[in-house]
């Protein structure tokens, strides 16, 4: 599924973002797509004219997802950093880890789009 597909439904803020998501991930920056990717759910949730398409029982449903508490925790520790630790997470492996952590990312992004621009 591609993301393209939901364009449409997005403001031009998000439309930005979404450009600026692909470009991250197809240039392997797997923090930035973490990021982004949070950064585009929460616009999706706050901007009052996706009501016409989106149900509030799915947004409610969404919001208290082990994935999305997941995923805010992740982009949260990425932008605030607590030290000393080695690595992201305490992982030695860095890269690997943050790539692990931007694939489930994208995994909730389309859900997200798919959920609430059925």
Known sequence: MSVDNYFKYLNPQNRVLLEEYKKS???????????????????ILSDENNLDYIDGLD?????????????????????????PKEGFFESKDSVNVLKID???ADKLLKK??????K
């Open 25 to 43: 991930t197809q240039n392997q920056m797997w923090a930035t797509t973490i990021i982004l990717s949070l950064t585009i759910i929460d616009n």
């Open 59 to 83: 947004i409610n449903h969404f919001k208290n997802s082990r994935d999305f508490h997941w995923l805010r925790l992740r982009r949260n520790q990425i932008l605030h950093y607590e030290g």
């Open 112 to 117: 997200c789009f798919t959920n609430f621009f």
């Open 102 to 104: 931007s694939l489930r």
